[in-house]
C-alpha cells in the first residue's frame, strides 16, 4: 500500500522560504514521476511542480522561478523548495505520485499547510 507523507509547512512571512518534504512508501519510488500540488480555500487542487523518474522537472507559471522540486531516490523522498513566498501561495500542499503531464494518479495524503502573511 502506497504511503506519502508531507511534512514542513508552517507560518511565515511574505518573502521567506520554506521546505517541504514527502516521505513515500509501499512504491518502487525511483519509478514514479512525483508531483507537488496544492489546494487554497475555496479553490481546485493544482499542480505546482513535477519531478519525472528521469529528473525533468516542470513547475506551473505562477511559481517559476521560485520553487524548486527535487527527489533522493534512497531517502525515497521528494521535496519542495519554495522561496520568495507570496501571500497567494497559502495553501494545503500536497505530494503523490502523477503521471508525465502531472495529473495525480495516487491517494492522497493529509497534506501540509503554508500559510504566507503579508
Known amino acids: 500500500q502506497v504511503q506519502l507523507v508531507e511534512s514542513g509547512g508552517g507560518l511565515v512571512q511574505a518573502g521567506g522560504s520554506l521546505r517541504l518534504s514527502c516521505a513515500a512508501s509501499?512504491?518502487?519510488?525511483?519509478?514514479?514521476?512525483m508531483g507537488w500540488y496544492r489546494q487554497a480555500p475555496g479553490k481546485q487542487r493544482e499542480l505546482v511542480a513535477l519531478?519525472?523518474?528521469?529528473?525533468?522537472?516542470n513547475y506551473a507559471d505562477s511559481v517559476k522561478g521560485r520553487f524548486t522540486i527535487s527527489r533522493d531516490n534512497v531517502k525515497y523522498t521528494v521535496y519542495l523548495q519554495m522561496n520568495s513566498l507570496k501571500p497567494e501561495d497559502t495553501a494545503v500542499y500536497y505530494c503523490?505520485?502523477?503521471?508525465?503531464?502531472?495529473?495525480?494518479?495516487?491517494?492522497w495524503g493529509q497534506g501540509t499547510q503554508v500559510t504566507v502573511s503579508s
Open positions: 503523490n505520485t502523477g503521471t508525465t503531464l502531472g495529473t495525480p494518479t495516487g491517494n
Open positions: 509501499g512504491l518502487i519510488f525511483s519509478r514514479y514521476a
Open positions: 519531478i519525472t523518474s528521469g529528473g525533468m522537472r
